[in-house]
């Protein structure tokens, strides 16, 4: 089982950037596809971008295509979130999550190993 804990939230204000970072431990995330995730208030939690374990090949919500950037630091064990020109409608618990398995490309609630979140909140 791998855990995962995410940091580098906060309120930043509409146009501004913030870079998100997930730990892992118990495993090596080598062999993992990683993805965020966020769930604004009233909504349903929605993939934001994911990162393949074979080919770094990445996938992005349309809504963050050109402003977010989803990697990753095997050696650190660590998965990252680079998020720029944030919009208010950004604002939710992002978190940071496994495939569901080692050497599978599919990621989901209810699948994997999760973090427990970090808020990002943009001001107008």
């Known amino acids: 089982q791998v855990q995962l804990v995410e940091s580098g939230g906060g309120l930043v204000q509409a146009g501004g950037s913030l870079r998100l970072s997930c730990v892992a431990s118990?495993?090596?995330?080598?062999?993992?596809?990683m993805a965020w995730f966020r769930q604004a208030p009233g909504k349903e939690r929605e993939l934001v971008a994911r990162h393949s374990w074979s080919g770094g090949d990445t996938l992005y919500a349309d809504s963050v295509k050109g402003r977010f950037t989803i990697s990753r630091d095997n050696a650190k064990n660590t998965v990252y979130l680079q998020m720029n020109s944030l919009k208010p409608e950004d604002t939710a618990v992002y978190y940071c999550?496994?495939?569901?398995?080692?050497?599978?490309?599919?990621?989901?609630?209810?699948?994997?190993?999760w973090g427990q979140g970090t808020q990002v909140t943009v001001s107008s």
């Open positions: 999550a496994t495939g569901a398995n080692q050497y599978t490309d599919y990621v989901g609630p209810g699948h994997g190993s």
């Open positions: 118990g495993r090596p995330i080598s062999k993992y596809t």
